[in-house]
């Protein structure tokens, strides 16, 4: 009817003469009006023309589409084909490509002003066409033709019908991507040799969405209890606090850096497996040897010398150590040495785990334990699926211990750096010389002095020497296993360095050494005793053990040898 009144319009303003033809009329009598016809043919043309164009677009550009998206896609697909199995997969595929396009391609394109694909809002002319176009978009998405509701659009039907198998080879194509372990080349060793963590640039309001979302959603998630997720949930606490919380939070984004939690958490049926394939292992020799109607039968049947050699037969052609063929579930990990039994031994060994095995409940003997033969029959169909997955696991651990070598190297390149710069650091303090400080005559420490001058032994990093009297005084003397505080005047403790980081001290009584008194301290000792709380240490333990405050002993070591002068 636009079309119809545009011409009357434009007629009236070209000859200035009222038009002839009646402006209230239906839909169907303007249809025959021939330069309304004639325009109308030209713009489904060219509709048709934008929704080609639309698909080009769509195939050219598909691999720049978020792995994101793609990936979702996929698993919607797998799990829908998992679930509704015997439907039709095509019809299915169509299904994920129409929630794709309501969700993530017809929002930017109806809006694209709200999605940030131009700068300023469309003009009514525009949206309307734009709505033109996404309305055929969406018919071809949904897989139908155009029905009455849409009369005027069924000449494009043929073109619809045309482009519904091109957008399903579009959505089978979008689908065709690769797990997210190897489009990211991560597995569950990443963090075990990754050099950077993982960062995540996200909004407060983000979190709080994604938390909501994955709450009311849990049942279908993590449909089992123990699931890891349900515990992630759990500690974030309630969803009702956090919309609370979000009222007060900025809408600027903050930066996550990921930490692993859970990679130390082992397989907690590990050993039960190891026990099934075992027996499975046994068990397949058995049947070979033996015959029946049940597994169980076989299992208590008599055991004959026909038997025994069949069996050291097969020990002969496939586990002797000279044998060239492969025995069954050899490249399994064996935990008994079935070579070396004879078939009774192998019997009694696979009864005892059947029962084992019995008991944790993966086997019954309501079936005859009819379900090891089946997992056996499985393993030899699926045999060379199986040995294709180990050489890709193979590769994988390979991957991994090579990335774990390059990490340790790393590592060890970070540790020497750190060291040779602390080292460093400790010789650059120990080293500083302030003002020389002036020493008044005829004192302890500047005899000291002069006696260490005169026989050629002055420490590289200085030498202090306190009497014990002194430092009982100062708090940083606790005890002397041996002296009674009154003898602590004639005791002299002397603190010296030659060595960075490494203090030596020493006791004499007088002006001469007391035998075993003598004891090297790193300063790596004192600070990790610090660390830790301790509050007293204990040297000399052979010269009477002498008791000092930590933090206080601490501190005088680093007054003397690392400042700048003394105080």
């Known amino acids: 009817m636009q079309i119809y009144l545009s011409a009357i319009e434009n007629e009236q303003l070209r000859t200035g003469q009222r038009s002839l033809r009646s ?23 060219d509709l048709r023309d934008i929704v080609d164009q639309c698909f080009v677009v769509l195939e050219d550009h598909l691999h720049k589409m978020p792995f994101g998206v793609r990936y979702i896609a996929q698993q919607m697909f797998e799990g829908l084909a998992s679930r509704f199995q015997q439907e039709d997969q095509g019809r299915v595929l169509q299904i994920v490509g129409s929630w794709l396009w309501k969700s993530y391609l017809q929002p930017a394109l109806v809006e694209p002003e709200k999605y940030g694909v131009i700068d300023r809002g469309l003009s009514q002319e525009h949206k309307r066409n734009v709505g033109e176009v996404a309305k055929v978009l969406g018919q071809v998405a949904t897989g139908r033709l155009f029905g009455g509701e849409n ?21 089978s194509n979008l ?51 123990d699931d890891t997720l349900r515990e992630v949930i759990r500690e974030l606490g309630s969803v009702q606090n956090n919309e609370h919380e979000l009222k007060h939070v900025s809408t600027s984004e903050i930066c996550l850096t990921l930490n692993p939690k859970l990679h130390d958490k082992e397989d907690p049926d590990a050993e039960a497996k190891t026990l099934f394939m075992e027996t ?9 040897v033996q015959s029946g109607g049940s ?42 040495d079935i070579a070396s039994m004879s078939y009774a031994e192998l019997k009694g060994t696979a009864l005892e785990n059947i029962l084992r095995l019995e008991r944790i409940g993966r086997l019954t003997r309501h079936n005859q334990y009819q379900d090891i033969l089946n997992e056996i029959a499985i393993d030899i169909r699926t045999k060379h699926r199986r040995r294709i997955q180990r050489q890709r696991e193979l590769e994988g651990v390979r991957l991994t211990l090579a990335r774990l070598n390059d990490q340790a190297t790393y590592l ?35 005899d000291h002095e002069r006696e260490l001058q005169r026989s050629g032994r002055v420490p590289k990093f200085g030498s202090f020497k306190y009497s014990a009297q002194e430092l009982a005084n100062r708090g940083i003397l606790v005890a002397w296993k041996g002296y ?3 003898q602590f005047q004639h005791i002299d403790l002397t603190i010296s360095s030659n060595e960075v980081g490494v203090f030596t001290l020493e006791g004499s ?53 690392y400042k700048d002068r003394d105080s």
């Open 23 to 45: 402006p209230d009329i239906p839909r169907e009598e303007a249809i025959r009006d021939e330069e309304t016809r004639r325009t109308f043919i030209v713009h489904l043309q």
């Open 151 to 171: 009369a005027f659009l069924q000449p494009l039907n043929s073109f619809v019908g045309e482009s519904i198998q091109r957008l399903n080879d579009l959505w």
């Open 175 to 225: 689908i065709d991507v690769p797990s997210a372990e190897t489009q990211f080349d991560i597995d569950e060793f990443n963090d075990l040799y990754a050099r950077t963590k993982p960062t995540l640039y996200i909004k407060m309001a983000d979190i709080f969405s994604i938390h909501h979302l994955v709450a009311s959603d849990l049942p279908s998630i993590c449909p089992n209890q």
């Open 280 to 288: 499975k292992r046994c068990i397949l020799y058995i049947i070979r």
């Open 295 to 336: 597994l169980m039968e076989i299992m208590v049947k008599p055991i004959t010398m026909e038997d025994e050699d069949r069996w050291a037969t097969l020990v002969h052609d496939e586990l002797s150590t000279t044998s060239r063929r492969r025995g069954a579930y050899s490249e399994s990990t064996s935990v008994v």
């Open 412 to 446: 060890e390149q970070q540790l020497k750096t750190y060291n040779d710069y602390i080292e460093q650091a400790m010789v650059t303090l120990q080293n500083k010389k302030g003002k020389k400080r002036f020493l008044m005559p005829f004192t302890k420490q500047w």
């Open 484 to 486: 009674t505080d009154r």
């Open 509 to 561: 009584n007088g002006p001469i050494a007391m035998p075993g008194a003598s004891a090297q301290v790193p300063l790596d000792d004192l600070l990790q005793a610090q660390f830790n709380n301790t509050q007293h240490l204990e040297f000399f333990d052979r010269g009477g053990e002498v008791k000092v405050n930590v933090n206080l002993f601490l501190h005088l070591i680093m007054r003397k040898f």
